[in-house]
């Protein structure tokens, strides 16, 4: 007997029945779980799915406003000069690297509001809709943080599967009624599926080439949507910490400069969102079959919507529309639709 | 996808089925349950498997629209999610050693018995074994363990590490090294 067997004759514990049952039925109760909010406030928004449903992704309409601060901007604030010329996706992101770093960082929370569809495909009737919240997050340095949810209802995903919703009574495939969730934690920052504290986001390095290496440590080992390289693991997080994580202008600014310098980042030139907000889109190859879409305002070099395809989901499979992301002081409550 | 009507899908073909019908994924757990438990229990203890067990799959469910087959089977993926779950109750692994090591000692106290000596049982051993496995870095645990209670090739380790091939031999090597070192001499030849 060598000392392989060995070791698998001490640690073997046949799995019972009983244990099995258990198992099972804790798996067929999370699959079953409708659309839930994440328990902790700032995590990344992941790939998942409903039972016998399938995530997908959103179109949103309604005027929105991105603030930074407590003052919120016009909803178009007017583009100079630059952004009507053919910009590169190192031009644009250097530029948001640049006013990244004069964002101001005051107030009393870091606040994002959020609008967060997936979309569900309905294996009878054979149409797609998406589901949507709408998601406030406030969170103090010492990593309190509170989160509030409404549900928006489910829309059809495109004019075709219109008349099947409908027909099935336009169906919410995860309802919540409004909550108020809190956190007392202090790892209530997510960086790439990491918990970090107020500090460990404060300390994340400002050189690109350092973040890089800091990102690729955060992620936890072949988590399972992490990409297999480095750029990879990097490409899938990069945006969360430009989108929800107050992190510093300095290190914003250094994830910008990263970017600009990674392959299969491309320009697809200035967008305009469904809420007719006005962007500029990048297109960020995470890894064969992934792809984000990242629209950012060059202006305040904060996030206006990411989207994500995936394989085998027709459309795409996650969007998250951005309405707010700054600091505060305004107090939170269950959010409503601006 | 759908398989030939006489074949049974294969592992990539059910997960790809799950995407859209949520349903199809208990074929998945159907196939991997034992293996997983096998391996999870064995290093983290029975009471703590449980939810371990249930975890990994579920993990595996909200991550399989994100599963890329040309990438690596759903073998060595869903036991690359248990051992990334495994890591997060590095105390319990150890405290599991550490008992281990203790109830090879009350069992066999002073070793009395005259057959002891003679048949030196891989029981008897347990206590130094448990505690080198105690004593391995992380690193070369899971390359035994995954080798050990899973079974896996040294291109599944590989695999669920995301480490070259050759990493796999060089980890497994060192750590048996270790092990053989720390058992009593007249094991040898065992």
Known sequence: ?338 | MTAPPDTAPTDAELLTASVRDGDRFTAVYDRYYANIHRYVAGRLGPQAADDVVADTFLAAFRSRAAFDPSRGSVRPWLFGIATNLIAQHRRTETRRYQALAQVGVDRHPGGHDDRVAASVSAERLQPSLARALAALSAKDRDVVLLKALAQLTHEEIADVLGIPYGTVGSRLNRARKRLRAALPACTEGL
Request: charged content about 25%; overall charge positive.
């Open chain 1, 1 to 338: 007997m060598d000392e392989l067997q060995m070791i698998a004759t001490m640690l073997d514990e046949p799995p019972t029945p009983e244990t099995e049952t258990a198992v099972r039925h804790r798996l067929l109760k999370g699959m079953r779980e409708p659309e839930r909010p994440a328990r902790r406030a700032w995590r990344r928004p992941a790939l998942w799915s409903g039972f016998g449903l399938t995530a997908t992704a959103a179109a949103v309409t309604a005027t929105v406003v991105l603030s930074s601060g407590t003052t919120p901007r016009a909803p178009d604030p007017g583009r100079g000069p630059a952004a009507t010329q053919p910009m590169s996706a190192t031009t644009v992101l250097l530029t948001a690297a640049g006013h990244a770093e004069a964002a101001p960082a005051t107030g009393k929370y870091w606040h994002v509001l959020r609008v967060q569809s997936r979309a569900f495909h309905n294996e009878r009737g054979g149409y797609w809709m998406l589901g949507r919240q709408l998601i406030g997050q406030w969170s103090r340095p010492d990593g309190r943080s509170w989160t509030g949810y409404r549900g928006l209802g489910a829309v059809p995903m495109t004019a075709k599967d219109a008349p099947a919703f409908r027909r099935d009574g336009s169906p919410d495939p995860a309802p919540i009624s409004p909550r108020f969730t809190k956190d007392t934690g202090t790892k209530t920052f997510l960086v790439c599926d990491r918990e970090m504290t107020f500090k460990q986001v404060q300390a994340l390095p400002a050189d690109p080439g350092e973040l890089r290496g800091a990102l690729k440590r955060a992620i936890p080992r072949n988590h399972p949507t992490a990409g297999r390289t480095a750029d990879e693991v990097v490409k899938n997080c990069v945006t969360d910490l430009l989108s929800f994580v107050p992190a510093p202008p300095k290190v914003r600014a250094g994830a910008y400069r990263m970017l600009a310098t990674m392959p299969g980042v491309t320009a697809m030139g200035e967008v305009t969102d469904e809420r007719g907000r006005k962007g500029f889109g990048l297109h960020v190859q995470v890894r064969r079959g992934v792809a984000d879409t990242v629209i950012i305002d060059p202006d305040s070099s904060f996030v206006l919507s990411t989207s994500r395809t995936a394989p085998d989901v027709p459309g795409k499979v996650e969007k998250v529309l951005y309405l707010r992301a700054g600091w505060t002081d305004s107090d939170p409550r269950i959010p409503t639709l601006p």
